[in-house]
């Protein structure tokens, strides 16, 4: 008869075909239960984003491998599960959200705000659990890229606030509280203390991700969000052209300074694909992104083109990802999505064994 410890055995020499890693160490597999000569094996799958295709080929060699050693009938059970550690002590602010991910730039007009709220709505129609900050308080317009909200932000009966729903995001910005024609001029300490409130005041719920849209630059809001929580990484968004990539290593480095790990590099606005001749024109030159991803040894996670159904998107309130989900561009998001959680769910599952189980996600 076949044991647990067995399959425990013959599993460790299974790869899994999207964090290149044996499904064992990277805890993965979580049981078996054997009866007779039909073996039932239960997975942990790390994170909603993870391909549909690369699910069924981890079945199919855990499968294999089970039956190597005498099955006759093997089920995996997959379940969806968020892989995130912990928050330590003296960064417990957050309540509720399991992964928080910085969306970044060096330097404004780069479309961080596009890519912010597409990677959260990605997650999202992923079937992620997904919230999403606007951390730019000088130049809110998350309120704008994602037009009216189902549900305003509003305060609960313990005084806490309440996020908006859009589009079935959690989301906060300052945008909601000041009016869109009124400049807000701020200290540092003010910033702060804003930021404390948007995170320890407001009742986000269980979330598998907290999207930040930070403002451009390395000034108070990156060092508050440091200071204050865990962020599971940075995905920076650059465009091709050489003072774009000046400043996006600036960022970098401040990240590296504050022990944020970077996830990845965008390129944005990357080429101009005429819809009518098919013509491509790289009007802020082109591979910028790549080419710093190879240099600091991070992850590119793709090029994004100058298109005006994204820019009108954002400015309808419509973002491309729910405008046109069948798109090029949707699925260049959705890529993302999955690059992004990915890249953590490795970072976190690559850690000791010690580290506390993952919470399974109803």
Not at 157 to 182: M, T, Y
Not at 208 to 222: A, K, N, S
Not at 246 to 264: Q, R, S, T, Y
Not at 342 to 361: G, H, Q, Y
Request: hydrophobic share 45%; glycine share 8%; charged share 20%.
């Amino acid at each position: 008869m076949i044991t647990e410890p067995q399959i425990r055995d013959a599993l460790a020499k299974v790869i899994d075909p999207v964090l290149e890693h044996d499904i064992v160490s990277y805890r993965i597999y979580r049981t078996a239960e054997i009866s007779g000569d039909d073996a039932l094996v239960r997975l942990d799958i790390p994170g909603h984003a993870y391909p549909l295709a690369q699910r069924k080929e981890l079945a199919s060699r855990v499968e294999a491998a089970v039956k190597a050693l005498g099955a006759k009938r093997v089920t995996v059970i997959p379940e969806v599960v968020t892989a995130f550690l912990p928050a330590p002590s003296d960064k417990a602010t957050l309540k509720g959200p399991k992964n928080v991910i910085a969306v970044a730039a060096g330097k404004g007009g780069v479309g961080k705000s596009t890519v912010a709220v597409n990677l959260a709505l990605a997650l999202a129609r992923h079937g992620a659990k997904v919230g999403l900050l606007d951390a730019d308080v000088f130049g809110p317009s998350i309120p704008t890229m994602l037009g009216q909200p189902e549900v305003p932000a509003q305060a609960s009966p313990d005084k806490r606030i309440v996020p908006a729903i859009h589009h079935g995001l959690r989301v906060i910005s300052v945008g909601f509280f000041v009016d869109k024609d009124e400049a807000v001029v701020w200290r540092g300490p003010m910033v702060h203390r804003l930021l404390q409130q948007f995170l320890g005041d407001v009742d986000w719920g269980e979330l598998d991700y907290l999207v930040c849209d930070l403002p451009p630059g390395t000034g108070d809001v990156q060092l508050s969000l440091s200071q204050l929580i865990p962020i599971a990484g940075a995905v920076m968004v650059t465009t091709p052209q050489e003072i774009s990539i000046i400043d996006v290593v600036k960022g970098i480095a401040m990240f590296e300074k504050v022990e944020i790990p970077i996830l990845g590099i965008v390129e944005n606005m990357s080429y101009y694909k005429c819809p009518a001749c098919g013509h491509t024109d790289e009007i802020f030159s082109h591979g910028g992104g790549k080419r710093l991803a190879q240099e600091i040894g991070t992850s590119f996670f793709g090029e994004i083109p100058l298109d005006t159904r994204i820019r009108f998107g954002g400015d309808a309130g419509v973002p491309v990802i729910l405008a046109s989900p069948d798109s090029e561009n949707a699925q260049r998001f959705m890529d993302l999505a999955t690059k992004a959680s990915m890249k953590i769910a490795a970072t976190v599952l690559s850690k000791p064994k010690r580290s506390p189980r993952l919470a399974i996600i109803k």
